[in-house]
């Protein structure tokens, strides 16, 4: 496990490629049951994120989202346009008013004025749908950071497996050379010549499995970053650590989660606010200037007041709408943080389990399974145990080093979903310092 300082800098590092990276398009490679391909340079899991964070589109897309927030904020701090109108009156009758001799000319600009905060409750709704895109995009990273680590640490299980296959395979291979000495030297039935063949079968079959379970591993691991499998795994980080950080998040208000939650809380709030606004009726004032043709081009200035009158339509019906959502808002807020808070629980106590079982495993199981070969193999050689006696003991051990990589990789998914649920790629991001 890396140190906290580490931690705190990679964290930094890759909360800025989730604000600020620009996304290419993501190239699938071809998935194939081959052997796995080498290279020099070993790809670690901080950089295999880093590298998804910079090709994944959907990080782009909710940067799009940010930035369409950001025109919002802007069109929202706009006042209303001021109107000009031009008004003819009295001309093209009869007598006096024949042709344009007795025609009034009006020129006016007219401007609403807002009322009932209007303005200012518009500007607060922008601005809270501006912090919610940017937690979206926040979640987008911290939801593309865990499905990596589980990618990779999937990759990591399965190279397990196949070292465990190749051993399988190293075993069966000499049991069969001791088995068909035996059986040449007539100590072991012919069935047991067969039973060893088979054996080696199943063995060769295992590993062209594992080998094929590998690179589809690896490939999709690959498929995150665009890049191909052309890499080493680094294999230690696949084991328990020694001494791991407990030191997780506290699963408070500065969740990605339960903040988004309380994003949107304040964003129903902020429409509320709106649509008690619009029951307010706008007056419109207006100053112009009027020409009189009949007096020799004489004029006036003229002006005048416009406000609706709100008999029926006082918007009652949207702010009741507006008013039952901000209560759901506030509800879904409490409901989200009772359901995170058991996630968080769960993980906690897996994690725990998972380790124990590692811990339990390496240092009990797999050692007696050793030793319990061990002996089985000497005594067929000394002729006190049957040929079935040792394949037991081999297939025990190959059962206690599999049941360690499932637990260890049960131990990393958990991690992962831990640290995307307490942010740990994210922690130095002030969700609750924004847009306040």
Do not use: C
């Amino acid at each position: 496990m890396l140190d906290s300082h580490r931690s705190k800098r990679r964290s930094a590092r890759i909360l800025r490629h989730v604000a600020t990276v620009s996304i290419s398009a993501i190239a699938a490679p071809m998935i194939a049951p081959v052997a796995l391909a080498q290279e020099s340079a070993p790809l670690t899991m901080e950089s295999a994120i880093e590298r998804a964070l910079q090709s994944d589109p959907g990080v782009s897309a909710a940067g799009a989202g940010v930035e369409a927030a950001q025109g919002g904020v802007r069109q929202a701090r706009v006042r209303p346009n001021p109107t000009l109108d031009a008004e003819v009156e009295n001309f093209n009758g009869r007598g006096d008013l024949r042709g344009f001799s007795g025609a009034e000319t009006t020129f006016s600009l007219s401007q609403e004025v807002e009322l009932g905060g209007r303005r200012s409750a518009r500007v607060r709704l922008a601005d809270r749908e501006l912090h919610g895109a940017e937690l979206d995009r926040i979640l987008r990273g911290l939801d593309l950071a865990r499905d990596v680590q589980t990618a990779y640490y999937d990759a990591l299980a399965a190279q397990e497996l196949v070292t465990i296959a190749e051993e399988r395979l190293a075993t069966a291979q000499a049991l069969n050379v001791s088995v068909a000495r035996r059986v040449a030297a007539a100590r072991d039935p012919l069935m047991a010549g067969a039973r060893a063949e088979a054996g080696l079968s199943e063995a060769r079959i295992a590993l062209t499995r594992a080998q094929a379970e590998a690179a589809t591993a690896r490939a999709r691991l690959a498929s995150y970053f665009g890049g191909d499998d052309g890499f080493n795994l680094i294999a230690a980080d696949f084991a328990l650590p020694h001494a791991r950080d407990h030191e997780h998040n506290a699963l408070g208000d500065a969740s990605p989660d339960i903040a988004r939650l309380a994003a949107e809380r304040d964003r129903s709030g902020a429409a509320l606010s709106v649509e008690r606004s619009l029951s307010w009726q706008n007056p419109t004032l207006s100053l112009g200037y009027r020409r009189f043709e009949d007096r020799d081009g004489e004029g006036a200035l003229v002006a005048g007041v416009s406000i609706p009158l709100g008999v029926f339509d006082r918007n009652q019906g949207s702010v009741a709408r507006a008013r039952a959502e901000q209560r759901r808002a506030e509800l879904e807020l409490e409901a989200g943080r009772r359901a995170l808070s058991r996630e968080y629980a769960a993980l906690e106590r897996a994690i725990a389990t998972d380790a124990a079982a590692v811990q339990s495993t390496e240092e009990d199981v797999i050692p007696q399974a050793e030793r319990a070969l061990s002996l089985a193999q000497d005594g067929y050689n000394r002729g006190a145990f049957s040929y079935l006696d040792v394949l037991d003991a081999q297939r025990a051990l190959s059962d206690a080093r599999q049941a360690r990589v499932e637990a260890l990789r049960s131990f990393h998914n958990n991690e992962a979903a831990l640290d995307r649920l307490t942010a740990r790629f994210g922690e130095a991001l002030p969700f609750e310092e924004q847009h306040q």
